[in-house]
């Protein structure tokens, strides 16, 4: 198995997670790369005041650097999940690298929360065919995305808008960041995506109920 484009991951690497539920009109919100000083906090107020809840992918270099943050977004009930230590693609990479990443931001994680955290979210998305295993001993599930907002791109927010309401699908998950410099973009226009994402009927779910 070659490095893996995350639309093919659901064909090539079934023991993946790339969407929830597609019988119910759910989506699960992720927000990945923080958490960031400033951003992660908007976003934060913004999904309480829609009532969501959401995953957030974070790196462990950010978990050290803010772990106020990372408590807040626990206590107020959204799931952490372990994004790699300082984001580096780790398709390939040496095992004791692959392992390196995921064991310190699983131990910065456990040691502010207290709890461990139940998924895995590749740095780009990339992986190799050993996570599998990886997965297994780290009691992890890999998280990928079925919605790519781009919210990485310098799109107008409206964009972020149209795309979301033009792709989403019961069971979505949908991949946004919180710690990147595009992120005030996406903070511009999330109201609104919340906003009309819950007038089509959706659900915002918790990643927990997959399991
Ligand atoms: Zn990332």
Request: glycine fraction near 6%; avoid cysteine; charge should be positive.
């Amino acid at each position: 198995m070659l490095i893996i484009n995350p639309s093919f991951t659901r064909h090539l690497a079934p023991w993946t997670i790339w969407k929830g539920d597609s019988k119910n009109r759910t989506v699960y919100l992720t927000f990945d790369d923080g958490p960031h000083p400033q951003y992660t906090p908007e976003v934060l107020k913004i999904l309480k005041d829609y009532d969501a809840t959401a995953a957030f992918f974070l790196t462990g270099e950010n978990i050290v650097r803010h772990p106020g943050l990372v408590e807040r977004i626990h206590s107020e009930g959204h799931v952490i999940g372990n994004h790699g230590f300082s984001h580096m693609n780790l398709a390939f990479k040496k095992r004791q690298v692959v392992f390196g990443e995921i064991e310190r931001t699983d131990q910065a994680i456990r040691q502010i929360t207290g709890s461990p955290s139940r998924f895995f979210r590749p740095p780009y998305g990339r992986f190799d065919f050993r996570f599998r295993k990886y997965m297994k001993q780290f009691d992890y599930r890999l998280v990928n995305w079925s919605l790519l907002t781009e919210d990485f791109r310098e799109h107008p927010p409206e964009f972020l808008l149209k795309r979301v309401m033009a792709h989403v699908h019961p069971g979505a998950i949908i991949l946004m960041h919180d710690g990147l410099p595009t992120t005030p973009i996406l903070i511009q226009i999330l109201p609104e995506i919340l906003n009309s994402l819950k007038k089509k009927h959706y659900r915002f779910v918790s990643l927990m109920e997959l399991e």
